[in-house]
């Protein structure tokens, strides 16, 4: 397992669009959760909140609904790459277990998403915070190291476990453009269409989707909707978790049954 872990992280490395991608994620963080951030506080301004506080990562965990995607495309390439280019038959002839194969390429992304997430995080909230600090802001903005910290790390896990999902949809699907659209309608897609459907079971469906247990997971209760998230972090991250094991298994059980 070390051996394959190690083969897959220097392929990981060895391509441009890994870096591409993360610098992707970042600058789409920092954008995004400097726009959410500043509408927030310009709408406080507005309804002439006083003595109110904005934490400056608040922003920043909404920005992952949008940054999110770069990280998909990379985790995406690490499987769809190597069936594009016939590269997989090596691949499985150097590690021919499949499960093992698929572990290595997971354990592989898993540390690099995590540590884009809490780079990635970290950075934004302190531009949200500088920007947000000036008087044209309000001046709402507040650092508390604790809730922080937090978000940071929760945001890293988010993005290491719908990586690792993207990499089980991806070998179940094996095309890029296959991969992305599945991903992205997982993400985003089918939890909104859900949403203006009315219905409350779909409601209930939605909320369970990855984009809000991801949410729910890095703290915020705002279902975009109006209405709060009814659940907590900790579900929201049992949430998470089966959706990406159940990727996984999906992956595996087509891995296993067709030749490369």
């Known amino acids: 397992m070390g051996q394959a872990v190690g083969a897959e992280w220097v392929k990981l490395w060895s391509v441009r669009s890994t870096w591409w991608c993360l610098a992707g994620a970042m600058v789409l963080m920092v954008v995004s959760a400097v726009t959410l951030g500043g509408s927030t506080a310009t709408n406080m301004l507005r309804e002439g909140v ?3 506080r904005l ?5 920043v965990v909404s920005a992952t609904s949008f940054a999110q ?4 495309a990379l985790a995406m390439l690490v499987i769809t790459s190597e069936y594009a280019s ?14 093992r194969m698929l572990a290595a390429k997971a354990l592989a992304v898993v540390p690099v998403m995590f540590a884009a997430g809490v780079l990635s995080g970290g950075v934004s909230t302190a531009v949200v915070y500088t920007v947000l600090s000036v008087d044209v802001f309000g001046g709402f903005a507040v650092l508390p190291l604790h809730e922080v910290v937090r978000d940071l ?8 476990l719908i990586s690792v999902m993207t990499i089980g949809v991806g070998t179940a699907v094996r095309s890029a453009a296959g991969t992305l659209t599945v991903a992205f309608m ?3 897609g089918l939890p909104l269409m859900l949403l203006t459907t009315g219905s409350q079971a779909a409601l209930e469906v939605s909320l369970r989707m990855p984009l809000f247990a991801g949410l729910a997971f890095m703290g915020s209760t705002d279902n975009l909707t109006g209405g ?7 579900e929201g991250l049992a949430w998470l978790l089966a959706w990406t094991v159940g990727a996984l298994v999906a992956g595996h059980a087509v891995l296993r049954r067709r030749d490369a």
Not at 69 to 72: C, G
């Open 50 to 52: 006083k003595g109110a």
């Open 228 to 234: 709060p998230i009814p659940y907590s972090a900790g």
């Open 186 to 188: 997982l993400l985003m």
């Open 153 to 160: 790390l929760s945001m890293g896990l988010f993005y290491a």
């Open 55 to 59: 934490t400056a990562s608040e922003p």
């Open 86 to 99: 016939g590269g997989i038959r090596s691949t499985l002839q150097a590690t021919p277990i499949r499960g």
């Open 69 to 72: 995607f770069a990280l998909v």
